[in-house]
T-cell receptor
Framework: AQTVTQSQPEMSVQEAETVTLSCTYD???????LFWYKQPPSRQMILVIR??????QNATENRFSVNFQKAAKSFSLKISDSQLGDTAMYFC??????????FGKGTRLSVIA | DAGVIQSPRHEVTEMGQEVTLRCKPI?????LFWYRQTMMRGLELLIY????????DSGMPEDRFSAKMPNASFSTLKIQPSEPRDSAVYFC???????????????FGPGTRLTVT
């Protein structure tokens, strides 16, 4: 079974600064997907970014980028130019095809003005 | 595209009562997932369907929980009788092949916050 570990329960960052959230996972699969979801106080689960394991290039979505290290089974999220609206819980998730997502416990990020 | 729709958004009920949560997936999606979020256990799968057929219900806590998907546009999660430990946020998510959308990506509804007193 796959497991996802987020070792930082809470983090904070100053507005306009850069922050990196860590995620490691364990799997014996070679083809899979990794995601970061954002959950603001509204509790809506919002997909931030996705990475296909077969792609070596790191995914980027505007201010959000990932550092995907397949051999190390590491998938960190970098948020550049942090904004107050980035304050939320962030969940790392693993997916093998059309199966349920496996989530980490989450990292609570606070952006400070 | 209206996204995944869940109702009700909030539900408060007394222990022993029946609770029914509803979900309408994104049109054209053929996978539907029910997840539960609690402080203690985080986000965990309860059950998922493919083409209206349950594929894996191993996450359903016990016989008090049941889920159905009578057609491609509607699913229910029922708890009978409800207990205080069922208090949680219940999410429905769907996925499938849509023009311009990536395969496997799961889209979540807004969730139902259930409180059982």
């Amino acid at each position: 079974a796959q497991t996802v570990t987020q070792s930082q329960p809470e983090m904070s960052v100053q507005e306009a600064e850069t922050v990196t959230l860590s995620c490691t996972y364990d799997t014996s699969e070679s083809n899979y997907y990794l995601f970061w979801y954002k959950q603001p106080p509204s509790r809506q689960m919002i997909l931030v970014i996705r990475q296909e394991a077969y792609k070596q290039q790191n995914a980027t979505e505007n201010r959000f980028s990932v550092n995907f290290q397949k051999a190390a089974k590491s998938f960190s999220l970098k948020i550049s130019d942090s904004q107050l609206g980035d304050t939320a819980m962030y969940f790392c998730a693993f997916l093998k095809g059309n199966t349920p997502l496996v989530f980490g416990k989450g990292t609570r990020l606070s952006v400070i003005a | 595209d209206a996204g995944v729709i869940q109702s009700p958004r909030h539900e408060v009920t007394e222990m022993g009562q029946e609770v029914t949560l509803r979900c309408k997936p994104i049109s054209g999606h053929d996978y539907l997932f029910w997840y539960r979020q609690t402080m203690m256990r985080g986000l965990e799968l309860l059950i998922y369907f493919n083409n209206n057929v349950p594929i894996d219900d191993s996450g359903m806590p016990e016989d008090r929980f049941s889920a159905k998907m009578p057609n491609a546009s509607f699913s229910t999660l029922k708890i009978q009788p409800s207990e205080p430990r069922d208090s949680a946020v219940y999410f429905c998510a769907s996925s499938g092949i849509l023009s311009g959308r990536a395969l496997y990506e799961q889209y979540f509804g807004p969730g139902t916050r259930l409180t059982v007193t």
